[in-house]
């Protein structure tokens, strides 16, 4: 094999390995805290003293399977 071929298998693997991973930490951990809010539900209004719930959760904590 030369070159090329050899280095898009291990690319390919490589690959194939982390979206592998990344399933299996979906199945073990289907409950993840948002990003956006960082599981406090609310988020603090740029322009005010005012505080609103979190368009991306609307609670904290999102269910990554649905």
Known sequence: MD??????IIFAAIVIGLAA???LDR???PKSKCGT???TGRLH???SA???????C???VRD???
């Open 21 to 23: 991973w990344w399933w």
């Open 3 to 8: 070159d090329v071929t050899q280095g898009g």
């Open 50 to 56: 005012r505080w609103r719930d979190c368009p991306n």
């Open 64 to 66: 990554r399977r649905g």
């Open 27 to 29: 199945l073990r951990h």
């Open 58 to 60: 609307s609670g904290g």
């Open 37 to 39: 809010c960082r599981a």
């Open 45 to 47: 209004s740029s322009w």
